[in-house]
């Protein structure tokens, strides 16, 4: 459809371009009337540009507003901040515009309407290929390249070297000896190109589909030392498409040894990341033999279809905590959200099985610092001076209520703060009721998210298809040359070539010269009159 | 590995002697233009929607047979013809000249830059910047060596120096690593492309403003009627000519930005694990291409043809811009390691 018309009134045999209907409403014309005269609006050119504006505009507000398929963490502060103005959007489906049902509508639209558009288009160029190019006009001076050469060789000679001449360049050549002129034309892989891009785009949309149906995407943090067996419960977070099947999971398990994390020291960029591995022991499937590998964040892990990807890192200071009877009652490394670029980790400890229940809340600071208006926090992203800033509570941390609580949120209403304190590795604290809080060190975490797209390959295949019918729109032009002979003087034909070319802003003039020359030699001083037909 | 800090620094003073240079050519370009006499506008052509209608009268009288009558009226500036040294021809020429110089000084900062930290130059907004720029220039000089563009010199200049002037004050970062997210060989592939994209749309969209001007002071003139546009519009090639120039670099542009796209979309997969996102560059990106396609679209579309066509070429090239830059400083996402 990307086809410019400046002449196309000139000849519309050299275009498909559907002829711009004034789709005035057919007054009188019954349902269907009415339903040819929709149909016909709707794919046409005008109607699409309008749907390829909407689009544009209607994808603005996804990168205005968050969304809750990249950040759904920043959706819920938005909401929480300021509810009101928040519904409304929400309402709107402001935090989830590419899922939205008027973004869909805009694209399916524009997909039916370029359909309708390119289907019959593409039935349209299939006979025009098959079609004899169009008879020679009469007159070939009036085209806008002409050439007249004069030749020695009978009329019929003339015809069969020019139908020689452009069969072996490819153009698709009708000769009518009767009449006593060749025709041929070129460049129709223009509007091939032109209609293998947009059906490609439908092909490439099915892809799209596809990969959301039957794929999946899984994030799971996992800590040095701790393993992740690829099942469903293992998973933090799982969004399978509609057509996705648990039990098709690649049956993979691996265990982090070790993550590495560099980071830039010194200069303007100080603190920027420069360097994340994660080296695992992977074992394909239950019994196989472990492998060793890392995964970084451009080299995923691939297993069967699916994708084991490093997405983010962190720290998981470990706590011992001691009842005042001495049994331990909580030792584990647990998992900070970092909040800033330089990992200030927020941390949540819940222990259920002491009376009264105790929580602790805090950060922890891999590089830690103090100061009066921030408080607590890390000045570098790198473990320098690790340090946690922690406050106990006691009470009830309401895990019995049934309602789904947060790993990451201690709910204080019906606990009691306790005390305070900053630990270094090592130190312990001890609770005014005898608890002893022990801060014994850190491991790194690592956050995966592992992928299944079955229908990637398709778009992509797709996608490629479309980009080279795409060039060759834009780049092949569209031509068509002529040649025609009759008697001159002293037993010598005269030939005339004429060509025309519908791309705008581009010529024949050199294949007509070409062609012209191959034929005979220019008329001397007859040359510029005109030989009656 | 570290940086080089002695390239580094001599990046930087070839970066600032470009732009002098870029400053000098920029006078010259202007002195070209003011001093070159122009055409006369009345011997503009028709309307491309007036010509393409008569043409279609024509046709139809013809029964069909295809027949044009062209009146091309060669108006190229500064070919004087007889006269080998025209108003302002060597003004435009000591410009080249100039902007040569500047271009070298700068594709050797933008070169050091990359030896400093031996790897790609575009890793951050600095450096995709002077690098655009070099791009730019060298797209258009390369253009001059084998057509006389020099009417178009003064509106290449002053995005380049925009660039570079943006690039040293504000997107200014020091020559370093990349982080890991970057570490990879589709950096060269995905942001090359974007590069040479953005600086041919930069000059589609100084073609297209052109057009915009020289079309509405040949249709004023024609009306008899004043426009403060005209006395450039003298100094330039004929609207249509202007027309065709912006709908060609743009033509052959959009399969290479589809393909900066989809570069960026394999990578995206490999990095991030999935192609598509709706990240916020991601979404400029694609309303971006929407909007060259709508630009393509409309040269084809009954009403939308000329004016409105060149608009949209307009705006597509504003979410161009916003995309870099807007994107980059309003919005954060996975594209938020610029450096501002």
Redesign the interface.
């Known amino acids: ?12 045999g050299l275009s498909t ?1 559907p002829q ?1 209907v004034d789709a005035g409403a057919p007054a009188g014309f019954g349902v269907r009337g009415w339903l040819r005269w929709a149909w016909r609006t709707l794919t046409s ?2 109607t ?2 309008v749907l ?2 909407l ?2 505009i209607a ?2 507000p ?3 507003f968050p ?1 809750r ?2 950040d759904p963490a920043k959706v819920a502060a938005y909401l929480a901040d300021d509810p009101v103005k928040g519904q409304i959007l929400d309402r709107l489906g402001m935090f989830d ?2 899922a939205s049902p008027w973004f869909a509508a805009i694209y399916l639209l524009l997909f039916i309407s370029l359909a309708g558009c390119v289907i019959p288009r593409s039935v349209q160029h299939w006979r025009a290929m098959r079609a004899r190019p169009p008879a020679a ?2 007159n070939l001076s ?3 390249e002409h050439r007249q050469v004069v030749s020695d060789d009978t009329p019929d000679d003339v015809l069969d070297a020019a139908a020689e001449h452009l069969r072996s360049r490819r153009w698709r050549v009708d000769v009518d000896r009767e009449q006593g002129w060749v025709a041929a034309e070129k460049g129709y892989s223009r509007e091939t190109g032109n209609l293998v891009f947009h059906l490609a785009l439908v092909v490439m949309l099915v892809g ?1 589909a596809l990969g959301s149906y039957g794929g999946f ?1 899984g994030n799971v943090v996992v800590r040095e030392g701790s393993s992740f067996a690829n099942t469903l419960a293992q998973f933090d977070s799982f969004a399978p498409g509609r057509g996705f099947d648990e039990s098709s999971l690649a049956p993979f398990s691996f265990t982090l040894d070790r993550f590495t994390a560099e980071f ?1 020291r010194g ?3 100080n603190g ?5 591995s994660a080296d695992v022991t992977f074992v394909p499937e239950p019994g196989a033999a472990p492998e060793t590998r890392t995964i ?3 080299e ?1 892990l691939v297993v069967g279809g699916e ?1 084991v ?1 490093l ?1 983010g890192h962190g720290y998981a200071p470990t706590f011992r905590i001691t009842d005042k009877a001495g049994d331990v009652v909580f030792k584990d490394s647990v998992v900070c959200l970092p909040q800033d670029g330089n990992f200030t980790s927020s941390c949540v400890v819940k222990v259920p099985d002491t009376t009264p229940q105790l929580g602790l809340t805090g950060f922890f600071l891999p590089t830690a610092a103090v100061d009066d208006i921030r408080g607590p926090h890390s000045t570098f992203p790198a473990a320098d001076d690790p340090a946690v800033f922690m406050s106990a509570w006691e009470g009830d941390l309401g895990l019995d209520s049934g309602a789904p609580q947060s790993v990451f949120k201690l709910e204080t209403e019906n606990m009691t703060r306790v005390g305070i304190e900053a630990m270094r590795p090592g130190e312990s604290w001890t609770l005014p009721d005898g608890t002893v809080v022990a801060f014994e060190g850190y491991v790194r975490f690592a956050s995966f ?3 299944k ?1 079955p229908g ?1 390959e398709l ?2 295949a797709a ?2 298809i ?2 080279a019918g ?2 060759l729109s ?2 092949v032009r569209r031509r068509r040359v002529w040649v025609r002979v009759s008697a001159g003087a002293a037993g010598s034909t005269l030939v005339d070539v004429a060509g ?1 070319t519908r791309s ?2 581009t010529t024949v003039a050199d294949e007509v010269d070409e062609l012209a020359s191959a034929l005979g030699e220019p008329a001397a001083s007859t040359a510029d009159q005109e030989e009656p037909a | 590995m570290s940086t080089n800090e002695t390239l580094a620094q001599l990046s930087n003073q070839l970066v600032y002697a470009s732009m002098v240079a870029y400053a000098v050519s920029t006078v010259s370009f202007a002195a070209s233009l003011a001093a070159t006499k122009g055409r006369d506008l009345t011997q503009a052509a028709a309307p ?1 929607s007036r ?3 008569k ?2 009268e024509t ?1 139809e009288a013809e029964g ?7 009146i091309e009226t060669e108006t190229g500036i500064g070919d004087g013809g007889s006269e080998p040294l025209a108003p302002g021809r060597r003004a435009g020429n000591i410009a080249i000249s100039v902007m040569w110089l500047a271009t070298i000084l700068l594709g050797a900062g933008v070169l050091f830059r990359g030896l400093s930290v031996m790897r790609a130059p575009w890793g951050n907004m600095y450096e995709f910047s002077i690098t655009t720029a070099f791009a730019i220039s060298l797209t258009y000089l390369i253009i001059a060596l084998r057509r006389d563009v020099r009417w178009l010199g003064i509106f290449v200049v002053i995005p380049v120096l925009l660039s570079l002037g943006l690039a040293v004050t504000v997107l200014y ?2 020559a ?6 970057l ?2 060989y ?1 950096l060269v592939i995905h942001v090359a492309i974007a590069i040479i994209c953005g600086a041919s749309f930069c000059v589609a969209a100084a073609l297209s403003s052109l057009y915009l001007i020289s079309e509405k002071a040949e249709r004023r003139t024609a009306e008899g009627r004043s426009y403060w546009g005209t006395g450039l519009a003298k100094r330039l090639p004929e609207s249509t000519k202007l027309d ?1 120039m912006s ?2 670099t743009i ?2 542009m ?2 290479l930005w ?2 900066a796209i ?1 570069a960026g ?3 995206a ?12 560059k991601e ?2 990106a ?2 971006t291409w ?2 060259y ?2 630009y ?10 000329g004016r409105k066509a060149a608009y949209i070429s307009l705006v597509a090239f504003a ?1 161009f811009v916003f995309n870099y830059f807007g ?1 980059n400083i309003f ?1 954060s ?1 996975l594209h938020s390691y610029g ?1 501002v």
Not at chain 1, 1 to 12: I, K, P, Y
Not at chain 1, 272 to 276: D, K, L, S, W
Not at chain 2, 176 to 181: G, K, N, R, Y
Request: proline letters at 4%; glycine letters at 6%.
């Open positions: 459809m990307s086809e410019d018309v400046t002449e196309r009134t000139v000849d519309d371009v711009e050119m005008r699409a540009l390829l504006f689009l544009a994808s603005v996804g990168s205005v969304q398929g990249t515009v590419f006009p009469r009036r085209l806008p799209v995407r830039q200069g303007m960029q920027a990341a420069r360097e994340f970084e964040v451009n995923p994708k990807f997405v998210a592992v992928a797209d990637k778009a992509l996608v490629v479309s980009m795409l060039a834009l780049l025309l705008e802003h | 491309v010509r393409s209608a043409a279609a046709a069909s047979v295809l027949v044009v009558t062209r970062t020091e370093a690593q990349l982080v890991p997210a570490k990879s589709w065709g709908y060609r033509a052959f959009f399969p589809t393909f989809v979309a394999i990578w997969e490999n990095a991030w694990g999935r192609y598509w996102g709706w990240d916020p979404t400029w694609f309303i929407v909007g396609a709508a393509l679209h409309a040269r084809s579309t009954a009403g939308w043809k979410c994107v919005f996402g450096g």
